[in-house]
């Protein structure tokens, strides 16, 4: 069992101010592939269709050569990111702003910046948070920006008492039951590069780091829910939040996740809850005024 001491963890929050640029264009292909991961029925893009929200997450690859991934699967610890000994990593949470859409065809710039490296004592144990900034520049300007919280933790028991769960106080408005199974959860990993071997390699998930099945991406559930509000309003989202409460995992019974939303007037709140009807993530997000 991994703990940090006080040296590791200045050694570990000298990271905060590290910063990293990326640049890529906006191209027509993940906008596609999105649309059928999604079931959707979008027309073909076309040169200055708008990017829709969080999809931004197709672009700008981690380009990591395979000579130097971990065997989690992530590019090796130290680089960008801080070398946190915890071998489990999850995508806790993010808040992002849109300033104006991005467009098929832009070349985009995205500047990183840690923000902050925090040790917390969670109700499981030690847990320590990175977050980073993303500032996302487009030919007109800044499009986006986004706070990403990054959690990482130690291994935890396979005998661990389950988490306990918690409903939502809100009635959904709107609600759409999805299959999170093992082939979707592998052409999203592909989507994303994301070569993270908890969401798509079941012996390495469930044998080294103890989860009862593959991960369900973070990401995907929050866009997911973004995608619910787009098939059932037309308003442009102009700021979104989540945060994950409880992992979901696919088994092999075909679980199915509901993804609810509800309005009221501008704000929405959205969730995700499992087969149990327990809120796996929460999201808020602001709508444009008519």
């Not at 690859?61 to 915890?86: A, C, I, M, N, Q």
């Not at 389950?162 to 989507?191: I, K, N």
């Not at 939303?261 to 993530?281: I, K, L, N």
Request: proline share 8%; glycine share 6%.
């Amino acid at each position: 069992m991994h703990t940090l001491d006080a040296n590791t963890l200045a050694h570990l929050q000298s990271w905060q101010g590290q910063t990293e640029t990326r640049h890529d264009q906006i191209t027509a292909a993940p906008m596609h592939a999105m649309s059928a991961l999604l079931d959707r029925a979008d027309p073909a893009p076309q040169i200055g269709d708008v990017l829709p929200p969080l999809w931004h997450w197709l672009y700008f690859w981690p380009l990591t050569p395979s000579s130097e991934l971990g065997v989690d699967g992530h590019p090796k610890r130290g680089g960008f990111l801080p070398p946190v000994p915890f071998p489990r990593r999850m995508w806790a949470g993010g808040q992002l702003r849109w300033h104006q859409p991005m467009r098929l065809g832009d070349q985009v710039q995205r500047k990183s910046r840690i923000e902050q490296v925090q040790h917390k004592q969670g109700r499981s144990g030690e847990l320590l948070f990175v977050q980073v900034h993303h500032s996302y520049l487009g030919p007109q300007g800044i499009c986006l920006e986004e706070s990403h919280d990054i959690v990482y933790k130690p291994t935890e028991p396979t005998s661990d008492t389950p988490r306990t769960g918690v409903t939502s106080p809100f009635s959904p408005e709107w609600q759409r039951d999805v299959v999170p199974d093992d082939v979707l959860l592998f052409r999203y990993s592909a989507l994303t590069f994301n070569s993270h071997r908890i969401h798509y390699d079941r012996r390495y998930a469930m044998q080294t780091e103890g989860y009862p099945g593959l991960v369900v991406h973070g990401p995907l559930m929050a866009t997911w829910l973004v995608d619910l509000l787009r098939r059932h309003s037309n308003r442009v989202l102009t700021s979104f939040s989540f945060k994950a409460l409880k992992p979901v995992f696919e088994c092999a019974d075909q679980r199915v996740l509901t993804l609810c939303a509800s309005s009221e007037g501008d704000h929405v709140q959205a969730w995700t809850q499992d087969h149990e009807g327990h809120v796996c993530m929460q999201a808020n997000a602001q709508l444009a005024t008519h």
